[in-house]
């Protein structure tokens, strides 16, 4: 059933209403409909910006991406996540809630009534306390919704899914009681096929409409060789990782790890054009800085160079990595620009002269 | 043609996902085409498995919905490719159906489009005359698409040989009309069109000849063509966990390779990766016409939430296509991304079928398969004396980034070009990732291939290209030294080793794919840039301590990178030279204490 009526809705995985409120009007439409023919998609490119510099800047979403978070369980993604969606400029927030805890959903529910967006959130949630299986009808019921606002309505529709690793476990249980042979990790043979029926309904339509989809998958101790987060990997159009920063004492997205497949789409393009440049440069230079972390570590002595990365990348990720940076792309690049003249010589950065001529400060 | 009232029929007896059990009335034959008529939509599958009455098939489309005692039809033929004029830069689903002419935003089952463009007019022109002897193959004339061209063959599945009793006058025909009859030795006529069908799964053979692959093929891309270079003809398999830059490679690869025709073989991968190259082809100039670079280019695109029954075709349908274009004597590009989840897709089915597993629960003959698609590969030499290849380079995205899975392993028996990426590389953003010591081009070991090689660039160029993978040897150990005893705790030599090193890595591996310049370095520059890198790094530098040794490497790094992303030969290009010159000069009179 999907019509206007679904928006500041709370659902169960079937649909009926958990909030207290009528059972909404619209029409009915069958869930896990057949997929997009690619030639009617359009390229995604238009910058979905969240304000957050690790993210925005070195790993920048785009409207119609797919991305998760890859995260330990006890890594704050669902409140990152939350803050991501009340950020970027959606039309619609479909929250899918899989294997929910009571807590975390009342967590959900809470901040976006607080943020006064109650009026674009659609919620199908599957706590803990409902049986299992019915985990494997939320995502369907999730995008279905999402599909009616992005191509009927021609809405930007951000869906949250979380946690797709209960959504994977829930298929191995079935998969299991149909005597199918486990693959990898016992998950179905099929888990790439299942999982990517889901994540590839995320795209930018014609009309403009787009439906983008943000996913947690957690990890068990960090492993992203676990046929789940392996599969999400082959899937998604990059991943996030959070990680706590013991020199600033704050989460910051990890530079490393993370990745956005779509940001070449848009850095350099929507974005000022030394962005990919100096995102690479910055990246490189607190790279540098972990080695020379590691020479610390064990007992060498730094050399001038090392002693200089280690503070360019305090700095760096208090100011640029930090979850709790809100600000907008051009200043992100300009502080980029300002560390750099701090710590280091035109020549350690390896960015074309076109760029040092023009925004190198000394 | 299809006459379907004469084939046999059936009734659907069991349902299992997309692999659905039919009761057939008559004789039917292995990887026979059947429709299954649900609710007047005929949902195209394929015959699997036989046994007794029971016909297991495999559909490729989503069977909700479906109900047991729905009626099958069957075909009386294999699942077949349609081949003729009209195939470049089209789009295709994995069996060969036209993208663009179906309807709607989404893909609604049974919508069978055209592969080829049945109203359009082509100008024929015959290239040979009545009354030759013909066989499969050879070429009765030909028609102009877009840049190609096109040739129209006698068709494949013909066997011995045949009059030539009439070939029609230079003009406009549609492809379905008939150019050309044929007359047997029993005196029957076989009159031959623009379009033929060929059954995917079977290798089209009309050439006479496939000699080893000895041709370089130029890709562009530095660390491939410099250090591992692959041929026309060649095979190659690119590995790699996800995120190490495979789809960007290949991408590049698809952009700017020495091909007449590229075909891309988007096989359960992400929709918005076909999107882009829908979005950029028809924008990009092909550096080899200065043509649009969708000209040249098919795409087959069965993407990751296409059904997984197509997802096995579709690199079977690419392949066709690709024999089919170099019978006409055209380089072939065909490019699969990815190998694995078609391996996945048999693996799915097999799996449906009860069979007993192989390792990671793949069919257990997923080697000889594997082994067999890589084989239609090759360079040849058709009936006519003219050659044609077909240069296939497939990706494996390898679970968990675990070389040791079925897929790589088969893979690395069938392929003989190895590009590892690396996550180490690709996260510290050295992109490409190939990691240069672990990969390999076994062409390097062909008399025919080195051969060509020298007269490519020079006579001592393999010495070269083993220095510099010897110096990147060297710098790794170095690279490990440094860590383990500290910067002080070792010779300065060692510092100058691991910067040699790394400025192979900054100057010639790495290379950055989204620039205008530096994505594409051409076999020229590529000589000139390992020679001068070779020269400036093997130069007795002279340092006073260790710490000189960074700033100096940085400087010189910076003046090549710089000279990547600068026309080659411009102005600006010559006066990086002079820095070069001048930084070097520096270091090696300049410096008066070591001398």
Same mark, same amino acid.
């Given at each position: ?144 919704? =999402? ?174 990595? =930090? ?40 | ?595």
């Amino acid at each position: 059933m999907v019509g206007n009526d679904l928006a500041g809705r709370f659902f169960n995985a079937f649909g009926l209403p958990i909030d207290g409120g009528p059972k909404p009007e619209g029409k009915e439409v069958a869930v896990a409909g057949p997929s997009v023919n690619p030639i009617r998609r359009k390229l995604p490119s238009e910058l979905l910006a969240t304000g957050i510099a690790g993210i925005d800047m070195n790993n920048t979403l785009v409207t119609g991406q797919k991305i998760p978070f890859f995260a330990d369980a006890n890594q704050p993604f669902n409140q990152v996540m939350a803050l991501v969606a009340l950020r970027a400029k959606a039309d619609k927030i479909i929250l899918g809630g899989m294997g929910l805890l009571n807590d975390d959903y009342l967590f959900f529910k809470n901040i976006f009534e607080n943020a006064g967006a109650l009026h674009k959130i659609v919620c199908f949630a599957n706590t803990t306390e409902d049986p299992p299986i019915e985990r494997l009808l939320i995502p369907d019921m999730a995008l279905i919704s =999402a599909e009616y606002f992005a191509i009927e309505k021609n809405e930007k529709v951000l869906v949250l899914l979380t946690d797709m690793t209960l959504y994977a476990d829930a298929l191995s249980i079935v998969s299991n009681r149909m005597d199918q042979i486990p693959s990898k990790d016992s998950m179905p043979g099929s888990l790439y096929s299942d999982l990517a029926r889901i994540y590839e309904k995320a795209a930018q339509f014609e009309e403009g409409g787009s439906i983008t989809i943000m996913a947690v998958t957690t990890l068990s101790g960090g492993d992203i060789t676990h046929s789940i987060p392996d599969n999400t990997g082959y899937i998604t159009e990059g991943q996030l990782f959070l990680k706590y920063n013991t020199d600033i004492g704050k989460v910051i997205i990890d530079p490393f790890r993370s990745l956005s497949r779509l940001k070449n789409n848009v850095i350099g393009k929507k974005t000022r054009k030394d962005h990919p440049q100096v995102m690479n440069a910055s990246i490189r230079l607190y790279l540098d800085a972990v080695n020379a972390k590691t020479k610390l570590d064990n007992g060498f002595e730094l050399t001038e160079y090392d002693q200089r990365t280690l503070k360019y990348s305090y700095e760096y990720a208090d100011r640029l990595l =930090a979850i709790d940076v809100n600000i907008d792309t051009t200043r992100m690049l300009d502080i980029a620009w300002e560390l750099f003249s701090k710590y280091f010589s035109i020549e350690e950065l390896g960015i074309k002269s076109t760029f040092t001529d023009l925004y190198w400060k000394k | 043609m299809m006459v379907i009232n004469q084939n046999s029929k059936g009734k659907v007896h069991g349902i299992i996902s997309n692999l659905v059990i039919v009761s057939v009335d008559g004789p039917i034959i292995q990887n026979e085409i059947c429709y299954i008529i649900k609710e007047d939509i005929p949902l195209m599958a394929e015959v699997i498995k036989t046994s007794g009455q029971m016909a297991y098939v495999q559909v490729f489309e989503n069977t909700t919905g479906l109900k047991i005692g729905a009626h099958v039809e069957f075909t009386g033929n294999m699942l077949e490719a349609t081949l003729g004029p009209g195939l470049l830069s089209s789009q295709y689903d994995g069996l060969l159906h036209d993208l663009k002419s179906m309807k709607g935003t989404f893909l609604q089952p049974g919508d069978y489009t055209s592969t080829v463009d049945l109203e359009r007019f082509w100008n024929f022109s015959p290239t040979v005359d009545k009354g030759t002897l013909v066989r499969a193959g050879d070429w009765l004339g030909s028609v102009i698409e877009n840049n190609v061209n096109h040739r129209i063959m006698v068709p494949f599945t013909l066997e011995g040989d045949y009059l030539l009793e009439n070939i029609f006058p230079e003009g406009s025909y549609k492809v379905t009309d008939t150019i050309a009859i044929l007359l047997d030795n029993h005196g029957k006529q076989t009159p031959v069109t623009m379009i033929q069908k060929w059954p995917v799964k079977k290798a089209i053979h009309v050439y006479t000849d496939k000699p080893r692959p000895f041709k370089i093929m130029e890709t562009g891309i530095r660390v491939i063509d410099t250090f591992s270079p692959i041929t026309l003809g060649g095979t190659g398999f690119i590995p790699g966990p996800f995120g190490s830059g495979k789809t960007v490679l290949q991408q590049s690869i698809s952009k700017q390779a020495e091909a007449d025709i590229v075909i891309v073989a988007a096989c359960g991968e992400r929709a918005n990766e076909i999107v882009e190259i829908f979005a950029e082809f028809p924008q990009l100039d092909d550096p080899w016409t200065g043509r649009k670079l969708i000209e040249r280019t098919i795409i087959i695109a069965n993407t990751s939430n296409m059904p997984v029954a197509a997802r096995e075709a579709s690199m079977y349908s690419a392949m066709t296509l690709a024999e089919y274009y170099r019978s006409m004597g055209l380089n072939v590009l065909l490019l699969a991304d990815s190998t694995s989840r078609w391996a996945q897709a048999l693996r799915e089915m097999s799996n449906r079928m009860e069979e007993l597993p192989g390792p990671d629960a793949f069919p257990m003959d997923l080697p000889t398969i594997i082994s067999n698609f890589y084989s239609r590969a090759g360079f040849v030499y058709l009936n006519n004396g003219q050659n044609g290849s077909i240069t296939f380079i497939g990706t494996v995205s390898p679970a968990g980034g675990n070389l040791r899975e079925p897929v790589t392993e088969s893979t690395k028996k069938a392929a003989r070009c190895f590009y590892a990426l690396s996550q180490a590389r690709a996260d510290s953003k050295r992109y490409p990732a190939i990691d240069p010591i672990e990969s390999y081009s076994k062409y390097l070991e062909y008399d025919e291939c080195i051969a060509t090689l020298n007269s490519t660039f020079s006579d001592d160029w393999l010495i070269k290209i083993n220095l510099l993978k010897n110096m990147l040897r060297k710098g790794k150990d170095a690279a490990d030294q440094i860590n383990i005893l500290g910067d002080d705790g070792v010779s300065i030599d060692t510092h100058v080793t691991f910067w040699q090193s790394e400025t192979i890595d900054f100057v010639i591996l790495q290379q950055d794919a989204f620039d205008d310049i530096d994505c594409r370095t051409p076999l020229e520059r590529q000589k000139f840039m390992v020679n001068i890198v070779l020269e400036s790094i093997s130069k007795s530098l002279f340092f006073d301590s260790f710490e000189e040794v960074r700033p100096f490497f940085k400087k010189l790094i910076n003046v090549f990178q710089q000279m990547n992303y600068r026309e080659f030969m411009s102005d600006e290009f010559s006066n990086h030279m002079q820095e070069l010159h001048d930084l070097i000069q520096h270091n090696t009179i300049h410096n008066p204490v070591n001398l």
